[in-house]
């Protein structure tokens, strides 16, 4: 493992708070976590540490071969997973007390490299052969300049792709059913903020299936797989595709860790409703997206 501070301003921007030194404390003294997830119940810890983040991508076919730019890499949920799929993982993390924590959590991982600094300033002398943002998209409203900050930002990670190279990206659907069941919006924790769409608030943005589709366009990607995560991206359980939606009964639908929310309705009701409607994928809580050239 190698820790690279050439690119980090010695600020960083966002923190979870005083739960990201026990996140250290816990990555440097511990290597299974399962005790830890079972006496503490606090959303930081099991955001970050729970093994159920692999889920969304240990079933996928990656080249063994192939190198991989982690982009938002946090604790390493991900890292991990990917360096066991990959020959080589490039990560690179705004915030560098995290970038602290992924280090000590795969001190022994001699395939990866974390940056710590913004994306958009650092200087790669190669392409690879995989790009991910994980719960990364979103936030480019904020760290990104001009009046196209989601566009310029899905480009520049294009530009960091080799020939036939593979996009992944896993963003929460702007109009999820948890959404219109009562959950507040998973990055402002306003109660239908991204249905309204985010009024008044330039710095977060999630899509329709739709929108997101027209973005990648826009980007150069004309070929976009999407699969959907259940009950979402962050600690999935089950994943559909478009070749494989689900049928009804078969959802599993989990409460909110992070924060409280309201019941407006049943939600497993609801969804059956719409899977036997063949409106799955417009109301799915997020979006697991591959895309090429």
Request: hydrophobic share 35%; proline share 4%; aromatic share 14%.
């Amino acid at each position: 493992m190698k820790l690279n501070l050439n690119y980090y301003n010695g600020e960083d921007l966002y923190s979870d708070g005083e739960v990201e030194d026990e996140l250290l404390q816990i990555t440097k003294n511990h290597k299974s976590f399962h005790n830890i997830l079972k006496a503490n119940s606090s959303w930081p810890i099991l955001y970050h540490l729970s093994p159920l983040r692999a889920n969304l991508l240990e079933w996928y076919p990656f080249n063994e071969s192939a190198s991989l730019l982690e982009i938002g890499a946090g604790c390493g949920a991900l890292t991990g997973l990917l360096s066991e799929k990959v020959s080589q993982v490039t990560a690179v993390e705004l915030s560098k007390k995290r970038a602290e924590i992924l280090s000590s959590r795969y001190e022994d991982r001699e395939n990866i490299e974390v940056f710590v600094g913004n994306f958009e300033d650092i200087h790669f002398d190669q392409k690879f052969d995989y790009v991910t943002l994980i719960g990364v998209l979103e936030y480019s409203g904020k760290y990104g300049d001009g009046p196209s900050p989601y566009l310029d930002f899905l480009k520049k990670a294009k530009s960091m792709l080799s020939p036939n190279g593979t996009l992944i990206i896993a963003i929460e659907n702007k109009y999820g059913l948890k959404y219109w069941a009562g959950a507040s919006e998973d990055h402002t924790g306003r109660l239908f903020d991204s249905i309204e769409h985010y009024l008044g608030n330039d710095d977060v943005r999630t899509f329709s299936k739709k929108e997101i589709e027209e973005l990648l366009r826009n980007a150069g990607f004309s070929n976009n797989e999407f699969y959907y995560p259940m009950p979402d991206y962050k600690l999935p359980s089950q994943i559909f595709s478009d070749s494989y939606l689900p049928k009804p009964g078969d959802l599993k639908v989990s409460p909110n860790f992070d924060r409280d929310r309201l019941l407006l309705f049943n939600e497993k009701i609801a969804f059956d409703n719409i899977i036997q409607n063949e409106i799955f994928p417009f109301f799915s809580n997020s979006f697991l997206i591959f895309s090429k050239e």
